[in-house]
């Protein structure tokens, strides 16, 4: 256990579909960062927040968006979903939001659009 | 671009072989991060270098950071079965982790 924890583990929908992906990040963790992993794909930046900010932004497409609340737990939301949004979603944290830190990731959310 | 590029993307080799895989960067890097990812499973941190040269050991595995911070390599000597996986270089700049292309090892028994 990494200490990062993601739910759902699973998620089936379909197109056109909206889902909330939700990640708690390590204790004592500011940072939050999401990536997608395609089949056979390297992983995607999509964004980062830090103690409640947004701190940068990757690939992310404009249907989708993200938050991180008081608490430091963080949501992906993806709306509007096609066929190639299936992918895994990770979710990491870090203890400061610099590129020197360590990334602990969960064990993601796997998506699948039908 | 922001990404580092790694080769080979694929490698298969019978246990026992040894295994290399390089980074390359078209910048010159902060510092380099390996990870490594498992089938099925998530990235878990390996190590980090930031020194020009650095060379770190981790039993069987060592990586290597280039004189001038383009590169980087790992290299595991006799694989194992348990060193099947995706090992990742990792740019750490600013707020941001780009990852590396990746290698995917196969240990054939």
């Known amino acids: 256990d990494s200490g990062v924890t993601q739910t759902p583990k699973h998620l089936i929908t379909a197109t056109g579909q909206r889902v909330t992906l939700r990640c708690s ?6 940072s939050v960062y999401w990536y997608q992993q ?35 737990h963080s949501e992906l939301n993806l709306s509007s979903l096609e066929l190639g949004d299936s992918a895994l979603y990770f979710c990491a944290s870090s203890v400061e939001g610099t590129g020197a830190n360590v990334l602990t990731f969960g064990a993601g959310s796997r998506l699948t659009v039908l | ?25 078209s910048t010159t890097l902060s510092n380099i991060q ?4 498992r089938p099925g499973g ?14 770190k050991k981790q039993k069987r595995l060592t990586f290597q950071f280039g004189e001038a911070k383009k590169n980087s390599s790992l290299h595991i000597t006799a694989t194992q079965t348990t060193d099947v996986g995706t090992y990742f ?14 290698t995917s090892l196969t240990v054939i028994p």
């Open chain 2, 42 to 55: 998530h990235p878990v941190f390996l190590i980090q270098l930031v020194k020009s040269g650095e060379v």
């Open chain 1, 25 to 30: 990040p390590r204790s004592g963790d500011l």
């Open chain 2, 89 to 102: 270089c990792v740019r750490g700049t600013g707020n941001q982790f780009y990852f590396g292309t990746g």
């Open chain 1, 38 to 72: 395609s089949l056979d794909q390297g992983l995607q930046f999509l964004i980062q927040y830090y103690n409640g900010e947004e701190r940068a932004k990757g690939n992310i497409l404009e249907r989708f968006s993200a938050q991180q609340f008081p608490d430091l």
């Open chain 2, 34 to 37: 390996w990870y490594k990812q």
């Open chain 2, 1 to 25: 671009g922001q990404q580092v590029m790694q080769i080979p993307q694929y490698q298969h080799v019978q246990e026992g072989e040894d295994f290399t895989t390089y980074c390359n960067s």
